[in-house]
């Protein structure tokens, strides 16, 4: 379960007519496309027509949000498609955008609904209103131990010589999760140079398609406690990094009935120090 608290603002974009493009002016940035009349000339729009668009925002994921039925309105229906690209290849499931996602049809057009369902790649993910925030529900994706020696030379290309304490791998989501040394504290983590120039030539198998750096959190201070923080790598799916990674999240704690639950508290890092907070 990821929260979100609604911050920054909505802006309209250029966009071709009958398609409505949104993009959020916080951090992270994203777009999300309302496909509306475009959907009902053309059908489904071809993949090309999602991809070029995505290529065109280049940013981490342009999020499309579809009607499901001809009598469908985004202002009053509950159910939609939703399909997320990158800049050059769909993805399966996003968090971040999927909240965002709801964010605009909730606060933006004003849809009256408590909780939304996304038909997704990754089956139905609900969004509900909580107070001020938004609540989703995203998939389990359980791992397992990862032996070093399988993968050494992809983590030494990504990090280095750096002290890596545990690493488990999701077949599922073909996503590494590297847990670094809990020697290391959230600055390290904030200014570790990952070198992702060569890592899918280093792996191109296949079998990863995500890195996930994360690292143990720390006690309460000034900007409270955390369980952990995390960074996330992509570049198979033409992202080097991705700001705000809430859909790995699932992969951290076993939820019950096959969804994934957030520790109490957790914070993203990124170069531009972006954090996200979540909640139980």
């Not at 959230?186 to 995500?210: A, W, Y």
Request: proline share 5%; with cysteine; net charge positive.
């Amino acid at each position: 379960m990821v929260t979100y608290s609604r911050h920054g603002h909505l802006f309209p974009c250029n966009s071709p007519k009958s398609a409505h493009f949104f993009r959020s002016m916080a951090r992270p940035q994203a777009v999300w496309c309302l496909l509306s009349n475009l959907q009902s000339h053309l059908g489904e729009l071809h993949d090309d027509i999602h991809q070029n668009i995505a290529r065109e925002m280049n940013l981490s994921e342009t999020a499309f949000i579809r009607k499901l039925h001809p009598t469908d309105t985004f202002s009053h229906s509950s159910c939609f498609g939703l399909r997320w690209f990158t800049p050059t290849s769909e993805v399966p499931l996003c968090g971040h955008a999927t909240l965002a996602s709801a964010a605009v049809l909730f606060h933006k057009i004003k849809n009256p609904h408590s909780t939304l369902t996304f038909v997704t790649l990754s089956g139905e993910l609900k969004a509900r209103r909580a107070g001020d925030g938004i609540v989703l529900d995203v998939p389990l994706y359980p791992t397992h131990a990862q032996d070093f020696g399988e993968v050494k030379n992809l983590i030494k290309m990504a990090i280095g010589d750096t002290q890596v304490q545990d690493i488990h791998y999701s077949p599922e989501t073909k996503n590494l999760l590297v847990r670094l040394s809990d020697s290391y504290d959230r600055s390290f983590l904030e200014t570790l140079k990952v070198n992702t120039e060569n890592l899918t030539q280093v792996e191109n198998t296949g079998k990863v398609k995500g890195l996930l750096l994360t690292l143990k959190g720390e006690p309460g201070g000034q900007t409270g406690a955390f369980d952990f923080y995390s960074r996330y790598f992509t570049p198979w799916f033409g992202v080097a990094e991705d700001p705000v990674t809430g859909q790995k999240e699932g992969r951290k704690e076993r939820g019950k009935e096959g969804r994934g639950l957030l520790p109490s508290s957790f914070t993203e890092v990124a170069p531009e120090k972006h954090k996200m907070k979540g909640s139980l």
